[in-house]
Nanobody, 125 residues
């Protein structure tokens, strides 16, 4: 079981930026698809962005053009740069890994491991 630890969340005003980090306990980024998810109050957890072992990326339509996913395999760390934040981006953000992504009528990836504690992002004036 790989442990994933999310950090970097906080309170930011609309239009602001945050950079989230996901640190893994092992060298996994070259073996799996890595992804960021989020869960807003009263809503289901949703896939936000993913990055493949070959560094191909994709995003949910709601964040495309505003969020950027990246990774540093040498540091076993993945990032989510979030710009132009909106109140609807308020959620707990989690990272996880998977082996396949579906993007059709929905955008989803079955996570491989247990969820960590996540990091809270609050966008409010």
């Amino acid at each position: 079981q790989v442990q994933l630890v999310e950090s970097g969340g906080g309170l930011v005003q609309p239009g602001g930026s945050l950079r989230l980090s996901c640190a893994a306990s092992g060298s996994i980024f070259n073996n799996y698809i890595m992804a960021w998810y989020r869960q807003a109050p009263g809503k289901q957890r949703e896939l936000v962005a993913h990055i493949t072992s070959g560094s191909t990326t994709d995003y949910a339509d709601s964040v495309k053009g505003r969020f950027t996913i990246s990774k540093d395999s040498a540091k076993n760390t993945m990032y989510l740069q979030m710009n132009s934040l909106k109140p609807e981006d308020t959620a707990v953000y989690y990272c996880n890994a998977g082996t396949s992504v579906y993007k059709g009528s929905t955008y989803r990836m079955n996570p491989l491991w247990s969820w960590g504690q996540g990091t809270q992002v609050t966008v409010s004036s």
